[in-house]
């Protein structure tokens, strides 16, 4: 399987809108997308399109996400420490998604038991 990342700063060439349009072109059952859930958020900050944009339309393809929170600009928090709407998150996110935790280099074994903790408290399984 194969994913792509759509953009997460102005510029990018993969917004949803361009995801899209590789899906239609490209009729590959192997290929998905890779969200970012951190990125998109302060991508939101600099001028890309809402989180929820990116969700609405690529919601079925989403293979997994990179589970960390951002505070502006800054990312690679615990979720819940920063702006990231988790139970938006959750809800287009298929159950089989795989969540890869992504946070700050040295956050260690502790900020990972946290982050499962949340999220499991939020509904990740």
Do not use: Y
């Amino acid at each position: 399987k194969f994913a792509i990342l759509p953009a997460s700063r102005p510029g990018e060439l993969l917004d949803s809108s361009a995801v899209g349009d590789v899906f239609s072109d490209v009729k590959s059952t192997n290929l998905f997308v890779w969200f970012d859930a951190g990125a998109s958020r302060a991508g939101e900050l600099t001028g890309c399109e809402p989180t929820v944009t990116i969700l609405e339309k690529c919601a079925s393809r989403i293979l997994g996400i990179q589970v960390h929170d951002s505070r502006g600009m800054r990312q690679h928090f615990i979720p819940g420490e920063g702006t990231v709407d988790w139970k938006l998150i959750k809800e287009h996110t298929p159950r089989f998604a795989l969540r890869v935790i992504d946070l700050e280099v040295g956050a260690g074994a502790h900020a990972i038991e946290e982050s499962v903790r949340v999220l499991g408290a939020l509904g990740f399984d």
